[in-house]
């Protein structure tokens, strides 16, 4: 076997570290990793773990993927870069993992539907920046979950090691079950007139959509006064109560640090839960107050986001409204009938940032019930 301290892998470590690593790295050896691979690793105690997630330590060329799976290669570096994977220069270069083939070949998959390359690119984009959010998070628990005062690197060694072997199985089931959650919730608030589809008609680049932003107000100030981890706590708080109060067909459509923004065709759906989210915030003591911003008009949607005029729209008006109010442009607020559930008061016409002329805006509340309904 292998002796750790002759092959130089207890260089660098500090003498008083140095028994806990020694028996750290005999196991390791003992498990089949040469020191080549502890060498290569930032954190050794990992490697079990990352050997059950898939890194089994033999690689393979870009191009080798691409003759396995029938991507072309060129498409396949496209692919490799919209899944966040590192840039190789020389295609022939053993940089991969033997499971990035894997990925290549559901790429491919999808592609032999027929279902456009660019769009697939914007697919694969999104899933890996939402996934890559997910799994630092997830790494967070796991390591939550087997750090305790004393434990050993070898103990952490195994137990990541466990815990992956126990948690990989469940991984795949649990992505799909969300995904095929959110496609059908996608289609549910899809805003295509269905007559269109039926007819064959193409699906129109911009939709008609009411856009919000809601901010925490204050919270940059607040920044330099709490440390970090209360700012990601106040950060997290938000998007949970966002997520409460985005019920179909309003959606969510993403959390900025200290805001949130939602979209939806029906402007009512979408006051509701601006005036719900407002509520919450102001119930939850540890939350500063919230202000929110609405607009309304064609925009697109590309790669899971929005653009167009009424999301920056929705965006300058956050910026100018007070503490607790929702502010709605002129334009918005003329797309509502009289609904008795809001009660609307003008707000006057505000000059905004990158807005060419002023904006009229108005302040919505929600009625106040009568004390027969309260």
Known sequence: MTDAESAGLLDGVAPSGRAERAELLEW??????????????????????????????????????????????????????AAGQQQVDDPDAAFFMRSD????????????????????????RVLAQGLANAADVMNVAALAAVLRPGVSELDIARGTRALAGAAAPLLG?????????????????????????????????????????????????????VPPEQLEQLA??????????????????????????????????????????????????????????VAYGPAVSR????????????????????????LVSGSARGQIDEDPRFNWSVAGSKRLKGIRNPVEVFRVRRVAPSPAQA
């Not at 790669?303 to 929702?326: E, H, K, M």
């Open 173 to 225: 089931p649990m992505i799909e079950d969300l995904l095929r959650l959110q496609l059908r919730r996608t289609l549910e608030t899809e805003a295509v007139n269905a007559g269109e589809r039926a007819a064959g008609a193409p699906v129109p680049e911009a939709r008609l959509i009411g856009a919000s932003f809601a901010d925490l107000v204050g919270f940059t100030a607040l920044g330099e006064e």
């Open 101 to 124: 083939s894997d990925t290549a070949a559901h790429i491919k998959r999808f592609l032999d539907l027929g279902l456009d390359p660019d769009l697939m690119l914007a697919v694969v």
């Open 236 to 293: 997290n708080r938000l998007a949970e109560l966002a997520h409460d109060v985005a019920q179909p067909p309003v959606r969510l459509i993403k959390t900025i640090g200290d805001a949130v923004m939602f979209v939806c065709p029906d402007l009512a759906a979408l006051l509701e839960a601006v005036l719900d989210l407002v509520e919450a915030a102001e119930s939850d003591e540890a939350l500063p107050g919230l202000r929110v911003g």
């Open 28 to 81: 390791l050896l003992g498990e089949g990793f040469t020191p080549a691979d502890i060498r290569a690793s930032f954190s050794p105690m990992l490697l079990p773990a990352r050997r059950i997630l898939g890194d089994d330590g033999s690689r393979i060329s870009a191009r080798e993927i691409s003759e396995q799976t029938g991507l072309e290669l060129d498409q396949l570096i496209r692919f490799q870069r």
């Open 303 to 326: 790669a899971g986001d929005w653009f167009g005029r009424p999301v920056n729209l929705a965006s300058r008006i956050t910026s100018v409204a007070r503490p607790g109010a929702v």
